[in-house]
T-cell receptor, first 119, second 112 residues
Framework: AQSVAQPEDQVNVAEGNPLTVKCTYS??????LFWYVQYPNRGLQFLLK??????LVKGSYGFEAEFNKSQTSFHLKKPSALVSDSALYFC?????????????????FGKGTKLSVKP | DAMVIQNPRYQVTQFGKPVTLSCSQTLNHNVMYWYQQKSSQAPKLLFHYYDKDFNNEADTPDNFQSRRPNTSFCFLDIRSPGLGDAAMYLCATSELAFHEQFFGPGTRLTVL
């Protein structure tokens, strides 16, 4: 079964420092991986995805993620954190499509990592 | 701008009183999803529609129902809300040819 793990409940970073939010995954086939951010009382916002191609994926708001097949990881990174980056971050893996009906596979979310950036 | 809209943003209902949450999209996406999210936990998928095909998650309670009258709209009906149903309800859409989901702002449901 597909699964995704975010080992850190919270990450604390000083403004201006680089940040990393960790994610590891387990899939039976080729992984489709995503990062979403959620601000308080808001829906999730898509940041970036890895489907195929370059292992380094660039996304919104200066974020990037590195796909590492051997370590089954997809860590989210940013070279210089901003206070406004403080939010809840979710890693997700796309489930394998179910047979019949034409519906695509569903997202399986990690439990989330709270990022706190202090001035 | 193309978007996913949820109404209302905040809904208060009484224990056992039916409630309907609505979602609309201007993205013309084939797939629409309903998630339940409790206190900073991961969103939990309740069901989704691929076009008119309804797909229920195995552990979604019978108390939750959904309707999709057309491509643009999708409704979540909670027939008899309990205190445990208080949560944020998120609607999302995706185009089959693409993989990311686009989320609405959510409806926060309070059950008194």
């Amino acid at each position: 079964a597909q699964s995704v793990a975010q080992p850190e409940d919270q990450v604390n970073v000083a403004e201006g420092n680089p940040l990393t939010v960790k994610c590891t995954y387990s899939v039976s086939g080729n992984p489709y991986l995503f990062w979403y951010v959620q601000y308080p009382n808001r829906g999730l916002q898509f940041l970036l995805k890895y489907i195929t191609g370059d292992n380094l994926v660039k996304g919104s708001y200066g974020f990037e993620a590195e796909f590492n097949k051997s370590q089954t990881s997809f860590h989210l990174k940013k070279p210089s954190a901003l206070v406004s980056d403080s939010a809840l971050y979710f890693c997700a893996v796309r489930d394998a499509p179910s047979g019949g009906g034409g519906s695509q596979g569903n997202l399986i979310f990690g439990k989330g990592t709270k990022l706190s950036v202090k001035p | 701008d193309a978007m996913v809209i949820q109404n209302p943003r905040y809904q208060v209902t009484q224990f056992g009183k039916p409630v309907t949450l609505s979602c609309s999209q201007t993205l013309n996406h084939n797939v629409m999803y309903w998630y339940q999210q409790k206190s900073s936990q991961a969103p939990k998928l309740l069901f989704h529609y691929y076009d008119k095909d309804f797909n229920n998650e195995a552990d979604t309670p019978d108390n939750f129902q959904s309707r999709r009258p057309n491509t643009s709209f999708c409704f979540l009906d909670i027939r008899s809300p309990g205190l445990g149903d208080a949560a944020m309800y998120l609607c999302a859409t995706s185009e089959l040819a693409f993989h990311e989901q686009f989320f609405g702002p959510g409806t926060r449901l309070t059950v008194l």
